[in-house]
């Protein structure tokens, strides 16, 4: 399934399909409208052909789309993630050979929940000129990005797993962090039950001093070796500020 999109969408795409036509991967494209593209036609923002044809396939290649300012649209990517329970983005950071970045040694995979906080997209006019927007947590959201990504360390045998409820989307209020920490604790408990007790968790706290930014309640590791290097584990956070992070 591709979904080309508008704008530089087009021309990134065309430059994936490239790449996969030269590694010989055997993939026949179904190609669907979205964002501005879809507009033009005198279709909705995401129409329900280019969802049946998600749901069909299973799989799908999306450029960058736009959505109309102002008018009233749900952003495409916001509303791919709701109907489709898209709730995990996962994005792997490896360190590659023969390229110099800024950080050395990096492997870790960052895990976020897509779905939620204010993705959820809940607002009202409370008074004229006054809108309020909601940042939604629940206890299933938070659970089932805590069992992802404790899921994907066990299953790749990676030996820490660090949870930054700050970084999480819906986590920006004390409540929703408590609440995003908990359950990662729970799913830390399952994840030890499937590993053994070799295995330790962790948890400790990791309160910014002197700093009104938004800063992580606790920090929960989830190894089996102390040499293990930190980076060396699937990590709920935003960014990683280096390999030792």
Same mark, same amino acid.
């Given at each position: 399934?591709?979904?080309?999109?508008?704008?530089?969408?087009?021309?990134?795409?065309?430059?994936? =399909?490239?790449?996969?036509?030269?590694?010989?991967?055997?993939?026949?494209?179904?190609?669907? %409208?979205?964002?501005?593209?879809?507009?033009?036609?005198?279709? +909705?923002?995401?129409?329900?052909?280019? #969802?049946?044809?998600?749901?069909?396939?299973?799989?799908?290649?999306?450029?960058?789309?736009?959505?109309?300012?102002?008018?009233?649209?749900?952003?495409?990517?916001?509303?791919?993630?709701?109907? #489709?329970?898209?709730?995990?983005?996962? =994005?792997?950071?490896?360190?590659?050979?023969?390229? +110099?970045?800024?950080?050395?040694?990096?492997?870790?995979?960052?895990?976020?929940?897509?779905?939620?906080?204010?993705?959820?997209?809940? +607002?009202?006019?409370?008074?004229?000129?006054?809108?309020?927007? #909601?940042?939604?947590?629940?206890?299933?959201? $938070?659970?089932?990005?805590?069992?992802?990504?404790?899921?994907?360390?066990?299953?790749? %045998?990676?030996?820490?797993?660090?949870?930054?409820?700050?970084?999480?989307?819906?986590?920006?209020?004390?409540?929703?962090?408590?609440?995003?920490?908990?359950?990662?604790?729970?799913?830390?408990?399952?994840? =030890?039950?499937?590993?053994?007790?070799?295995?330790?968790?962790? $948890?400790?706290?990791?309160?910014?001093?002197?700093?009104?930014?938004?800063?992580?309640?606790?920090?929960?590791?989830?190894? %089996?070796?102390?040499?293990?290097?930190?980076?060396?584990?699937?990590? #709920?956070?935003?960014?990683?500020?280096?390999?030792?992070?």
């Amino acid at each position: 399934m591709l979904i080309a999109g508008d704008g530089i969408g087009p021309e990134v795409t065309r430059a994936v =399909r490239h790449v996969l036509e030269a590694a010989g991967a055997p993939i026949e494209w179904v190609e669907r %409208q979205a964002g501005l593209a879809a507009v033009g036609r005198g279709d +909705e923002v995401l129409p329900a052909a280019t #969802l049946d044809a998600i749901r069909e396939h299973g799989v799908a290649l999306e450029g960058p789309c736009t959505t109309p300012v102002g008018e009233g649209f749900r952003s495409v990517d916001v509303s791919l993630r709701k109907t #489709l329970e898209l709730y995990a983005a996962v =994005r792997p950071v490896r360190s590659l050979a023969g390229v +110099e970045t800024r950080f050395r040694d990096a492997d870790i995979a960052v895990f976020r929940e897509n779905t939620e906080g204010l993705y959820s997209g809940v +607002e009202n006019e409370i008074t004229p000129g006054v809108v309020t927007s #909601l940042d939604v947590a629940t206890e299933t959201a $938070c659970l089932r990005i805590a069992h992802a990504a404790f899921r994907y360390a066990v299953e790749r %045998q990676r030996r820490r797993v660090t949870v930054h409820a700050a970084a999480l989307r819906f986590s920006w209020t004390p409540r929703g962090q408590s609440l995003a920490i908990e359950c990662a604790r729970i799913a830390a408990r399952v994840g =030890r039950s499937r590993l053994g007790a070799r295995w330790n968790v962790d $948890c400790e706290d990791c309160r910014a001093r002197g700093s009104r930014a938004p800063s992580p309640l606790a920090s929960i590791r989830f190894g %089996q070796a102390p040499d293990t290097p930190p980076c060396a584990g699937a990590c #709920l956070m935003r960014c990683a500020r280096s390999s030792r992070s």
